[in-house]
């Protein structure tokens, strides 16, 4: 099959946050599989071309509703990419990949091109996958369109918080007069078929709570609808391989050396050298993420005397500013240590050095990062919510058989949840290392690769086909 994403990120040249890891893993593993697959991305002004393998014009110019572009070819590693270079406008020359004023009007533009770009292109596109807000217009664009007729999306909801409204002239210019100036809506109504990242998420966001005002539509449309869970590529997130660690270590090795490598690379981190049990926390900085229970748990972790590493990037201001105030208030804490960016070698080598990985979310579609953690031996502590309550299962409490259990959870998004799963993990640090050990042992075995879901994804690429 050919497979195409339309998507706004893609790891390691533009990722943000989990977007771009899932479009890139779930890529490698459908080309695993034996099947072709072409990503349509903008050109963003800061694609390292240092990754971009064979890099060419493939239109020179290219007539779009919205403007001209003109479309680059390259390849990242096995994944070929279709870049989208506006001809007329700024669009993605920003220096960053979100955060602009005019965000709406820059990924219509994607959106205006992906669809000129597939109606002019000879290839025969088997399913059209579109990810989020940034692309979900195109299952209504391509309507307009004869020869995209055969062509079936798949619209992914990886969160929908995030619904793109937009100012409903630019959609009149696009053709679409009728429709309700929200680009989400737009493409859970067009898609012929949605999926989301995990099958507790896919609950979730049917209800009132966590449905963002979308809940009834998505209610009409669960036929269409399937939670399919997210893994991480097992190449980029090894230990064994990963170029970033000061210290490598192969997660078949006995327990006492998976310890000793990652003490190697604790002792890399602007901290104390100690024992002490090291909580770390690798985050985007926004409100879904629980910045008030994360420094709670930052405080709770030094009064009980352990160390505590954040790692915070692609932040709102104000909750940025909180954490900056409270790094200088700890300026001189030699168990503690802040960095407020977004730093990718900086995140594999915490995932690779800290005992504990903190996730207290107020919502979370699936989380990465308690995947990535439990393959670099580092026990998750999560909030049990969306994508964390189908990946983390507590020691003590989970229904899950022992030799699944891989972390501890908590219920409520509030001080006290934080306090009894942290206090527990402290306790059995301190007191029961073979606990602790099966609990490592649990997390590296727990299967967090592509391998299942590509398939699910497969059968409905085959079924909408
Ligand atoms: P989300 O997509 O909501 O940000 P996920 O858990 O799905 O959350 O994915 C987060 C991804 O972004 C992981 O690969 C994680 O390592 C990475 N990440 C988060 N914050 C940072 C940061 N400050 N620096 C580098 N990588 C980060």
């Given at each position: 099959m050919l497979i195409t994403h339309v998507a706004a990120e893609l790891a390691p040249i533009a990722k943000v946050g989990g977007l771009g890891?899932?479009?890139?893993?779930?890529?490698?593993?459908?080309?695993?599989?034996?099947?072709?697959?072409?990503?349509?991305l903008p050109k963003y002004d800061t694609l390292p071309s240092a990754l971009l393998n064979n890099l060419h014009v493939e239109i020179p110019e290219l007539t779009t509703s919205l403007g001209k572009c003109k479309i680059w070819a390259a390849k990242v590693e096995n994944l070929s990419l279709t870049l989208i270079d506006p001809i007329e406008k700024n669009y993605f020359s920003r220096g960053k990949i979100y955060g602009c004023s005019d965000d709406t009007e820059r990924f219509l533009f994607l959106c205006a091109s992906a669809v000129a770009y597939l109606a002019s292109s000879k290839k025969k596109v088997d399913a059209l996958h579109l990810h989020d807000w940034h692309t979900a217009l195109i299952a209504a664009l391509k309507k307009e369109k004869k020869e995209l007729d055969s062509i079936k999306t798949v619209l992914t909801l990886h969160n929908i918080e995030y619904q793109g409204e937009c100012d409903p002239k630019l959609l009149a210019k696009m053709g679409l007069k009728?429709?309700?100036?929200?680009?989400?809506?737009?493409?859970?109504?067009?898609?012929?078929?949605?999926?989301?990242?995990?099958?507790?998420?896919?609950?979730?966001?049917?209800?009132?709570?966590?449905?963002?005002?979308?809940?009834?539509?998505?209610?009409?449309?669960r036929g269409k609808l399937k939670g399919i869970l997210n893994g991480i590529d097992p190449e980029f997130w090894n230990p064994e391989t990963d170029s970033y660690l000061f210290k490598q270590y192969a997660i078949d090795s006995p327990i006492e050396t998976i310890l000793k490598e990652k003490k190697a690379n604790r002792n890399q981190l602007p901290l104390e050298r100690s024992d002490k049990p090291l909580v770390a926390c690798i985050t985007r900085l926004v409100p879904q993420k629980g910045p008030e229970l994360?420094?709670?748990?930052?405080?709770?972790?030094?009064?009980?005397g352990g160390q505590f590493i954040l790692l915070g990037g692609a932040g709102s201001k104000e909750i940025v500013q909180k954490f900056t105030e409270l790094k200088q208030q700890f300026a001189k804490?030699?168990?503690?240590?802040?960095?407020l960016t977004q730093d990718e070698p900086l995140a594999h080598r915490i995932f690779a050095a800290a005992d504990l990985l903190i996730i207290p979310s107020l919502f979370e579609p699936c989380g990465?990062?308690?995947?990535?953690?439990?393959?670099?031996?580092?026990?998750?502590?999560?909030?049990?919510?969306?994508?964390?309550?189908?990946?983390?299962?507590?020691?003590?409490?989970?229904?899950?058989?022992?030799?699944?259990?891989?972390?501890?959870t908590f219920d409520f998004a509030d001080n006290e949840g934080v306090n009894w799963a942290l206090d527990?993990?402290?306790?059995?640090?301190?007191?029961?290392?073979?606990?602790?050990?099966?609990?490592?042992q649990n997390g590296l075995s727990h299967n967090f690769t592509w391998k299942k879901s590509v398939h699910e994804y497969l059968n409905l690429y085959q079924k909408t086909n």
């Open positions: 890891d899932v479009i890139y893993g779930l890529s490698k593993e459908l080309v695993r599989e034996g099947h072709l697959v072409n990503i349509i009728k429709e309700e100036p929200n680009l989400l809506k737009i493409g859970i109504i067009y898609a012929d078929a949605l999926t989301t990242v995990s099958p507790t998420y896919e609950k979730e966001i049917q209800t009132p709570i966590a449905g963002w005002e979308l809940d009834q539509l998505l209610q009409k449309n994360i420094k709670h748990a930052l405080l709770r972790t030094l009064e009980k804490n030699k168990n503690l240590s802040i960095a990465l990062t308690q995947l990535i953690a439990m393959r670099y031996g580092t026990i998750p502590i999560a909030r049990k919510t969306g994508g964390l309550a189908d990946t983390v299962f507590d020691i003590d409490t989970s229904d899950q058989p022992l030799e699944k259990r891989n972390g501890f527990r993990a402290f306790s059995y640090y301190k007191q029961d290392k073979n606990k602790w050990h099966t609990l490592i």
